[in-house]
């Protein structure tokens, strides 16, 4: 007996020892793995401004036939608006060939006439049940921009002004608006039919841009200034999220209102070469000796062992890229305005600081420079309107005129639809045109382009 218990205990410690081996060995597979890293957490979630609850949702199919909308705007010798014309009087051309009109949608002083709606494409062996009606019956839909990251602050009882201005000259009772800004305003207000939200948002507008002296001061790196790049890269960013919610509103006209300074990817280039202190004293030299308060000798005397940024190579070679700056700029704006045609959104551009004459008193600048400045800054908000059908209020201060014609633009206008022909993808970008047959004595005005989103990777 003693021998039976000796051996099962013996059995036992083995099973015993073998178990704890096993939890050990699980136990550093365990400790071997890497730890997992903790959920992210989105710190800029997506913007939900320019969404628009327009029925029940629908399946989204990525292969298929695109509808693609376009607004009208007819107007006789006068400059009346003609309100009578059908499917048949438009003749839609893409790229060359003729498109079948699905869709005729009139918005007359502001209300909604839908003489055609469009018909659900075809697709082979698919049944879907019929779409509920859109809910919703805005004649316009507004999108209020405030690029406060390039607003000056000196400037902001006049943008706020301004901002008063369109409040009660452009945005009526039954538009569907939404309200967001890029900087320290911090506005975000989702559509609403709300106009008491204007005025609380217009006290809220605060300009946030950097002066010029900030520009020339700032850091810099092969492409250019980081600060001026990054405010920019921020307020396109923005743009075109509001712009892809805009994306599923095909039966309006949508007007995004861009209040900015505009856009300089390398501001006052020769004041920032000459920024640091030497190149700054040499400089300083060389006006004296163009004043004659100096002689070339005592100039080689006192500076000539600075070096001179124009000639310097390293120098140089640091500021390689920047001379791509107007070109990287140009992209930026020809990509956020193929995002807005896409949504058949046209841009109306504002800029508060309307007739500029000359630079303030107190900033020393080149004055060929300054006028450099303002021509990009306001040649890039002339591009996002006239690249998306829109007007840019630029170096004008007649704001009352500009909001009643950007009234009378969005109050009155036709939306025609139509199944694209063409189902070849790498084609993204298709030239569009719009006629009324047979009235050669009408001007109308349409978009003359769009451009097809990207399939996804």
Known sequence: MRVMMSSESQRRRRVGAGGLVLAIGCSAMLLAQPPQPPARVDENPPTTVGQVEVGAPQPTFRAGVTLVTTDVIVRDGDGVFVPDLTKEDFLVTEDGVQQEIASLVLVHGGRVFNQLAPPPPVREGIVLPASSPANDTAGRIFIIFVDDLHLTPSMTPKVRQVFETLAESLVHEGDLFGIISTGPSSLSIDMTYDRGVLYGAMERITGDALSIADQIRQQEYSRGPTEVLWRAHVAFKTARDVLRNLEQVTDRRKAFIYLSNGYDFNPFPESRLYSSLSAGSRRDGLDRVGRGSMTQGEFDQFYGDYPDPLTDPFERMSRMGQQFADA?????????????????????????????????INENINPDEWRMHMFKTQNTLRMLSELTGGIAVVNRNDYDDAFREIDAETSDYYILGFYTSNPDPTVRTRALEVEVADRRDLDVRARTHYTLPREPA
């Open 328 to 360: 990287d700029l140009a992209v930026e704006i020809a990509e956020l305005a193929r995002v807005a045609n896409r949504a058949n959104t046209s841009f109306y551009t504002i800029d508060p600081r309307g007739l500029i004459a000359a630079p303030d």
